[in-house]
């Protein structure tokens, strides 16, 4: 038996990855006309539209001032309105527009092409244990994380999209 292999570099490895494929999947996104930041704040008004600004931030985990500037280029584009709260008319109500619903449609084609022609090269014993180490590396981080910690092992399963 050899070295048991460095978790340090293994990890800083695997985040080397993990940016690389997220520039990669936001390119192809971008190309398809919707970044995959722009997609993410899409994703939760598709679920939940309209929603306050302030909701909004909090459903994407960012900072209302973030939120704020991504809305308003978003608003630029027609891809969401924004409309005085009928309870608090200094808030706005943030909701999304068709050319908004067509636009996260094909952003989230072109997102998803380009995974399954990365995660579709490894053949299907590969891509069931990369599923399993993914799982084991999720639990391992919520551990470390501690319970006060807002990181999820679920994020990016599908189920947890709008963070």
């Known amino acids: 038996m050899g070295d048991r292999p460095d978790p340090v570099e293994i990890g800083l490895h ?34 939940r539209s309209p929603l306050q600004q302030s909701e909004l931030a909090d459903a994407l985990g960012h900072a209302p001032r973030s939120v704020t500037q991504s809305v308003e280029a978003l608003e630029r584009d027609g891809l969401v309105e924004r409309t005085p709260s009928a309870e608090d008319r200094r808030s706005k109500l943030v909701a999304l527009t068709p050319q908004g619903a067509t636009a996260l449609a094909a952003g989230t084609t072109a997102g ?15 891509l069931a244990m990369l599923g399993k180490l993914l799982d084991a590396i999720g639990t391992a981080m919520s551990a470390a994380a501690g319970p006060a910690s807002d990181v999820r092992a679920d994020q990016g399963r599908g189920g947890d999209r709008d963070r």
């Open 14 to 47: 695997y985040l080397a990855v993990g940016h690389y494929l997220r520039k990669v999947v936001d390119a192809s996104m971008t190309a398809g006309g919707l970044s995959l930041a722009r997609t993410k704040v899409l994703e939760v008004l598709v679920r």
């Open 112 to 126: 998803e092409d380009v995974l399954r022609e990365i995660f579709g090269a490894l053949g299907d014993d590969e």
